[in-house]
């Protein structure tokens, strides 16, 4: 429980000094600035939105490694569930875009699935289950802000992920 609550503190620091939320949140403005100057094109519009909500959210992140380390597929397929439903109502609303979406978003969760992959054979079991129990967490953070309950910059807290093997590797040695 220490390893957890320690690498959520250190990764929330770490992360709130990198800014990751808002860096993310500027990217995503920039990239709809340089792909629609005019903010008249819905499928940019949709491409943009889509892609961004789709990618930002530590659930990508979470079960793209966790598929990769062999540690279960139950959380990118409700990744995609809540993608589906969501890419739905953007498509009502934004167009075709956000159907191109899934090209970027299939090539990042691609990759957190081959670092997730590499991950597996690199932490033992108890690394794993550490940082298992810190994305439960973040996941638990992403319904919070999901229903409006509480606002959490879960981005800032992605390099909790990170942190919570390499604690629970320093907890283990005492």
């Known amino acids: 429980m220490l390893v957890v609550l320690g690498s959520l503190l250190i990764g929330g620091a770490v992360g709130s000094l990198l800014d990751i939320e808002a860096k993310l949140e500027r990217f995503g403005i920039h990239l709809k600035n340089k792909l629609d100057r005019q903010g008249k094109s819905p499928f940019v519009e949709g491409f943009v939105t889509a ?5 930002i959210g530590p659930l990508a992140i979470l079960g793209s490694i966790s598929d990769g380390m062999g540690t279960g597929i139950e ?6 569930i809540l993608d589906f439903f969501a890419a739905m109502a953007f498509a009502a609303a934004l167009g075709w875009g956000v159907a191109v ?4 978003v299939g090539i990042y969760q691609f990759f ?3 670092v997730g992959l590499m991950a597996g054979q690199v932490l033992a079991d ?3 289950s550490a940082m298992t129990a810190v994305g439960g967490v973040l996941l638990f953070g992403i319904a919070l802000k ?3 309950i509480k606002e959490i910059a879960i981005g800032n807290l ?10 629970a590797w320093i907890a283990q040695s005492f």
Request: proline share 9%.
């Open 51 to 55: 892609s961004l909500l789709f990618v």
């Open 75 to 80: 959380q990118l397929t409700l990744k995609s």
């Open 158 to 167: 992605l390099p909790s992920l990170a942190l919570a093997p390499l604690l």
């Open 101 to 104: 979406s899934a090209l970027p």
């Open 146 to 148: 999901l229903l409006k």
């Open 126 to 128: 108890f690394q794993i």
């Open 112 to 114: 957190w699935t081959g």
